[in-house]
């Protein structure tokens, strides 16, 4: 391929990225990905600090569960689980949203970089 093919095909896919970010789909795209990751956020923020909170201002996780194992110890797993499972879910749908991102910008070069 020559010099003048290559700058014609990079020509081609050419993308806009102020009309990309203006496009409705851009806009839906986005909001999805907040109604995502805002939630998950929180989740996590609440349940991680909850610990602290409730072994600084209560004796509810000092009582035993199992034999001598605390509720504390409970929570403490729980954490670590937590934050493999949000990772699990977070990974499969990034890679979801990195679907549909390249969708937007594949739409957007096909329109010529136009909304």
């Not at 795209?29 to 991680?48: D, E, G, S």
């Amino acid at each position: 391929m020559g010099q003048k093919e290559r700058i014609d095909s990079q020509e081609k896919r050419r993308v806009d990225y102020v009309n990309v970010e203006s496009s409705p789909q851009f806009k839906r795209f986005m909001a999805n990905k907040r109604k995502f990751i805002v939630p998950l956020t929180i989740f996590f923020l609440v349940f991680y600090f909850l610990l602290p909170i409730l072994t600084s201002y209560t004796t509810f996780l000092n009582t035993p569960a199992f034999g001598d194992i605390s509720w504390v110890w409970i929570f403490a797993f729980s954490q670590f689980l937590m934050v493999w499972v949000l990772c699990t879910i977070y990974v499969k749908k990034a890679n979801s949203f990195d679907k549909e991102a390249d969708q937007i910008i594949e739409e957007q070069i096909k329109k010529g970089g136009k909304s």
